[in-house]
């Protein structure tokens, strides 16, 4: 479980980057919290850095776009989907819980 | 989306052929499927692999950052859901007359009822004989070469041309270890794309890296007798030289038309939607003069199939496509970004951030409208007037589309 920030420091429409490895990318969209891997699949680009619509963040360089509920790309170029993560908020603090790395013991 | 009347005329359609195996090649093939077109797709490739991304070789993959596999622009599960006929290694040699038969280098034939031209563009070269040592940057083979090349050890390496290809590799190359010198022959990298002034900050971004930038000064000729050692410059000096790595722009891969029926300038010549002379044959990507402009953009190759594949099974224009030009560009650790339709003086201004800082946005203005804008590292904002540019051209071109798009 990894401390991201407070609630008020991640208002609607924002995001933020998280340095673990590999980055995830934590959203405040349509009223919720939503945290996926923040690297497109496709290439080399911050989602966190991205176009937010309502549950959709569009890749700023190639505009991909991913449905934050799923980590599911809704266009191309992308193929791949992000992996998506567990948010909560504890005492005002935005939380992130990394889902296990595919292939590791959990 | 309607596809209407690709489906009334399409099903006539037995065979389409997809000439060219790249980008829009790809995205070609994928609408033909999306649209409906359930007949024999058969996709022919000059190059011996599977359908790449190119704007990684002269970043990433020279890096070795990113492996061959990681350049794929599919897998074998949208293969084998496509159900094409692919030809790898074979480039066309003709097109008949009628446009119903492509001629293959090894003598077969395919008949056809429609073909979409993506036989994109190859990289221009130097005249005179050919050095060892001398590479062009456009195919993995190139990279290939390219990088076998540069792992032996800190090399010489000069650039000739200061585009974006230019930039990324001599970019890439000190990022190896090499000793990198630039020479472009205008006063400064990019200017008919950025004007002068950001083409300046651009043009900064080479010191930053450690890379020598050789201005206004063309190459007379490379020095060597079967390696290359050295590149002469206009001007009498000579860049000692291991590697020189030639990036001064493309040329569209028409040659093979010649003897067709279709117009040729710079580009196969089609209409707004991508339509050639023939209503059965469209053009995408780098090799498609659209509307009187060729884009050798990623996004050009991405955004004409839908709309050329549309007026193909429709057997005519039916609806146009403009995207807005966009390009981007990773070096020195930068990413610049470029969106929009700039003319020789448009008045720029940096509106976010600062260029000392390595992070600004910059909009071009003419007469009070914005025409287009430049980031460096400065994505969300930049995203933020790309979409605003090409919602606000989107209008007038709706007007002339035949019948209205859902968008």
Known sequence: MIPVCRLEDLPEGGSVRIDTAPPIAVFHADGELYAIDDTCTHQDASLSEGWLEGCLVECPLHEASFDLRTGRPTCLPARRPVRTHRVTVDDGVVHVHPAAEEGTAA | ?407
């Open chain 2, 1 to 407: 989306m309607s596809t209407v009347n690709g489906m009334r005329t399409g099903s006539g359609m037995r065979t389409v052929t997809v000439v060219g195996a790249s980008l829009a090649g790809l995205y070609a093939a994928r609408e033909l499927r999306a649209q409906g077109f359930d007949g024999r797709l058969v996709i022919v490739g000059e190059e011996p692999h599977r359908p790449y991304d190119r704007p990684p070789l002269s970043k990433d993959f020279l890096l070795g950052k990113a492996g061959e596999d990681q350049l794929a622009l599919s897998d074998v599960d949208e293969t084998l859901e496509l159900g094409a006929e692919w030809m790898f290694g074979v480039r066309a040699r003709g097109l008949d007359a009628r446009g119903r038969t492509v001629l293959l280098e090894d003598g077969r034939t395919v008949s056809t009822d429609g073909v979409v031209i993506a036989t994109g563009a190859s990289a221009h070269r130097l005249p005179g004989p050919a050095l060892t040592g001398v590479h062009t940057l456009r195919t993995l083979d190139d990279a290939r070469s390219l990088r076998a090349e540069l792992l032996r050890g800190p090399r010489r390496v000069v650039v000739i041309g200061g585009g974006f290809i230019g930039a990324e590799t001599a970019s890439s190359c000190a990022a190896l270890g090499h000793f990198v010198t630039v020479v472009e022959a205008a006063p400064l990298p990019l200017l008919p794309q950025l004007g002068p002034e950001m083409a300046a900050v651009c043009a900064g971004l080479h010191a930053r890296g450690g890379v020598e930038l050789v201005t206004g000064v063309g190459v007379a000729a490379l020095r060597g007798d079967t390696a290359v050692h050295g590149v002469e410059l206009a001007d009498g000096r000579v860049l000692p030289a291991d590697v020189v790595v030639v990036g001064i722009g493309a040329v569209p891969n028409t040659g093979w038309l010649a003897g067709s029926t279709l117009a040729l300038h710079d580009g196969v010549l089609c209409d707004d939607g991508c339509v050639t002379a023939l209503p059965q044959v469209v053009a995408v990507g780098d090799v498609a003069r659209v509307g009187g402009a060729r884009a050798e953009h990623w996004t050009s190759a991405t955004a004409q199939p839908r709309v050329a594949v549309r007026n193909l099974l429709a057997g005519r224009a039916v609806e146009t496509v403009r995207p807005l030009p966009y390009f981007w560009s990773d070096q020195y650790g930068s990413r610049i970004q470029f969106a929009g339709r700039r003319k020789d003086g448009d008045l720029v201004r940096v509106v976010e951030g600062a260029v000392e800082d390595g992070s600004f946005l910059a909009l071009y203005e003419r007469a009070g409208v914005t025409t287009a804008a430049l980031a460096v590292d400065r994505p969300r904002p930049f995203t933020r007037v790309r979409r605003e540019l090409a919602r606000c051209e989107a209008r007038p071109v709706m007007q002339n589309v035949a019948e209205p798009v859902a968008l």
